[in-house]
């Protein structure tokens, strides 16, 4: 708790600092190369033959996912904390990339945290964090993916707290994290509204985004809550909706308390977290952000999701029609934006967020598909 | 009402002498061979007993405990099960027993439900590691001015506001934990612990036990210098497995350390 007490005040401090703020506004332009572009994904909107599909190309920041946005964020405030390390876990690696780039922009020592499955599906990334001089600490217990990455994670924060600071890696874990990593991830949606009115002279009717713990939708959705604007998270239908086979928390889960947060979780009638199964690492979660929840609850968000079919088959589309490779997280948001934009007139809007770039996932993808590299 | 907790430790502070405090996983691997333990444990000296209920994701615990919880779920041990457990317990012994669990196990069977049985089963207080004073209004309510002990947990880290509001919530006792970090890990006592000690008793009169780490007698008879008690649960844990004869002598060793 006073780990807890203590970043809060220092991330409130850090709102009112000038300094901090210049640093951090200067680093997302010249470091993570932002604003990412919106571009008009014309040939697939063609294909689909509905509404106008619009890609927030997160995928083409530094190190290329949405991540970094928060990582920058976070290692800027440890540093300004007197903290010597900066740890986190990782599902698909993205975030345990972005953590090991700041950690090495500021100069601080750095530990990832990563399920053994994940280190297996995501070994291109593994070796990013180990160029980037990070230590990549396999977990082989409970699920070996980001459930377990990040109990090992705060369980080394527990023991090392007054060194280290715990880069949580998306919109989960206790007060101020989901708070704080939203903040940090809201870039995305204000560049996003002003790029759309700009191109467009409106608001988008829709937004969608992949939701694994949640960051790069809430990201996405923050800078709208108040407006008329329609928006749709989705997660991650694996196999199916069964217990051990999907990570769609809102589909089939039920409301709990895990890793510090009360939010919707799978979980059993004893309390225990269900397995769970994605196609993607980074949405291959059993609980999801509290934020989300709300609005989930309140309505003012819908929550969908693609199976790992769906997914993939998104995949492999966008990558023709627009020679954009996407990340298979994004490919989840993609897959809803297929589903939904031959339902929309021709005039109106959907963006989608592009979180990450696709090139860690090409491996697997190749070995689902049983192609040989 | 007084807890049988806190009816122990007057009985033993009589006495001028430390409550020993075994920590066991229920239902590792089946509640048949925890039932002898809580015997073995009581007749080695135990004065109160901390029982474990297994949960998926043990965030405090370190690898030994991990693995007794998840050979606990793998045999089916849930919390009712350890609640029915600790009434089976009762038509035979009446050492105080006190749960520890994660509150997600709790919240699933609901706040009222689980201090309603755990009551009528003859449980005596419950410890809960991710459920801060801050977060557990609805269950202090619930066991108000009944024998039934919330016991939350200090750290070396814990500043004089925490250590106020843990002393004003915490009945029984107060869970002193000995070093940063997960259970299990090796005693390295936090120098913190000495002005801690006089600051918690500046403040409080509920005894304080002292947990996380202890492994060995010498380690039990330094940390017994600070504490009214002492918790030993990893190394326990580890020797379950080992024939009895050794888990008895070590454990009359823990308890003559302790004194």
Redesign the interface.
């Known amino acids: 708790m006073p780990a807890l007490l203590e970043l809060e005040k220092a991330y409130a401090a850090s709102k009112k600092d000038k300094e901090f703020l210049a640093e951090l506004a200067m680093l997302q332009k010249t470091y993570i190369g932002r604003p990412t572009p919106l571009y008009f994904a014309k040939r697939l909107t063609a294909d689909l033959g509905g509404a106008k599909l619009y890609l927030k190309r997160e995928d083409l920041a530094h190190t290329g996912a949405h991540k970094i946005n928060n990582a920058i964020g976070q290692a800027l405030l440890a540093k300004k904390m007197g903290k010597k390390r900066l740890i986190a876990e990782t599902g698909a690696g993205q975030h345990g990339v972005a953590t090991a780039t700041g950690a090495a922009l500021v100069g601080l020592a750095c530990e990832i945290y990563m399920g053994t499955e994940d280190v297996a599906r995501q070994s291109l990334n593994v070796f990013r964090m180990k160029l980037l001089g990070a230590t990549v600490h396999e977990v082989t217990i409970g699920s070996k993916t980001l459930k377990d990455a990040i109990n090992e994670g705060l369980r080394d924060w527990t023991t090392n707290v007054r060194t280290t600071h715990y880069v949580m890696g998306t919109v989960f874990g206790p007060h101020p994290f989901p708070m704080m990593v939203r903040d940090f991830q809201s870039v995305i949606g204000r560049e996003a509204r002003k790029q759309i009115r700009d191109a467009e002279g409106k608001l988008p009717e829709y937004l969608i985004a992949c939701v694994g713990g949640g960051s790069n939708a809430m990201g996405l959705f923050h800078a709208f809550i108040d407006d008329e604007v329609r928006m749709v998270g989705v997660e991650a239908g694996g196999r199916g909706i069964a217990a051990g086979e999907h990570a769609a928390r809102f589909a089939g889960g039920s409301i709990g308390v895990l890793q510090g947060t009360k939010s919707y979780l799978l979980q059993d009638d004893n309390g225990n977290v269900l397995g769970t199964h994605s196609v993607s690492a980074g949405l291959d979660y059993a609980a999801v952000g509290p934020e989300h929840a709300f609005l989930r609850d309140s309505g003012r968000v819908q929550y969908a999701y693609a199976t790992d079919d769906e997914a993939l088959a998104a995949f492999e589309q966008l990558s023709r029609t627009e020679g954009i490779i996407p990340a298979l997280e994004s490919a989840h948001a993609l897959a809803e934006a297929v589903k939904l934009a031959p339902k929309l007139a021709k005039d109106e809007i959907i963006v989608v967020n592009l979180s990450g770039r696709g090139d860690k996932d090409v491996q697997h993808v190749a070995r689902i598909k049983g192609v040989e590299l | 009402m007084t807890s049988r907790i806190s009816r122990k430790f007057q009985a033993l502070r009589k006495e001028q002498k430390k409550a020993f405090i075994p920590y066991i996983m229920a239902g590792d691997p089946d509640i048949q061979k925890t039932r002898e333990l809580v015997k073995i444990l009581e007749d080695c000296g135990a004065d109160i007993i901390e029982l474990g209920v297994?949960?998926?994701?043990p965030?405090?615990d370190?690898?030994t405990i991990?693995a007794a919880a998840q050979r606990a779920?793998d045999g089916g041990t849930?919390?009712?099960t350890v609640i029915d457990f600790v009434s089976s317990l009762r038509s035979s012994t009446e050492i105080p027993i006190i749960l520890m669990t994660y509150?997600?196990?709790?919240?699933?069977?609901g706040d009222e439900r689980f201090v309603a049985d755990a009551l009528s089963a003859g449980v005596d207080g419950v410890i809960i590691p991710?459920l801060?004073p801050?977060e557990a209004e609805g269950l202090m309510r619930l066991t108000r001015k009944k024998p039934f002990d919330t016991i939350f947990l200090l750290a070396p880290?814990?500043?004089d506001e925490?250590i106020r509001k843990v002393c004003r919530a915490s009945r029984g006792f107060i869970y002193y934990v000995s070093?940063?970090?997960?259970t299990g890990?090796k005693l390295t006592l936090d120098p913190a612990i000495g002005s801690h000690m006089s600051q918690i008793r500046g403040i409080s009169d509920t005894p304080i036990a002292v947990g996380f780490g202890i492994a060995t007698p010498e380690e039990a008879s330094m940390v017994a210098r600070y504490g009214d008690g002492i918790i030993v649960g990893s190394a326990i844990v580890k020797r379950i497995h080992d024939p009895d004869a050794e888990l008895k002598q070590y454990l009359r060793s823990l308890r003559a350390g302790i004194a």
């Open positions: 297994p949960f998926s994701d965030l405090a370190g690898p991990q779920l849930t919390l009712h509150y997600n196990p709790v919240f699933k069977y991710d801060p801050d880290t814990s500043t925490r070093i940063t970090g997960i890990t």
